[in-house]
């Protein structure tokens, strides 16, 4: 799942991080009883959308 930490898209690229932001993220975002949306078109378009009920 794309929300848990660690997660890389490629075991091939050789990039510097912790995988640790969409996570983090997540967990801030439910902290306040929001919602975190994904959408995405492979090799189009990604879009992530938090919800804020009123």
Do not use: D, Q
């Not at 660690?6 to 912790?18: I, P, T």
């Not at 969409?22 to 306040?32: F, G, M, T």
């Amino acid at each position: 799942m794309i929300f848990e930490p660690f997660y890389r898209g490629s075991h091939e690229r050789n990039e510097k991080g912790f995988g640790l932001g969409l996570s983090s993220v997540k967990s801030v975002v439910e902290a306040h009883n929001w919602k975190v949306t994904l959408e995405s078109i492979p090799e189009k378009r990604t879009v992530f959308s938090i919800i804020i009920p009123r």
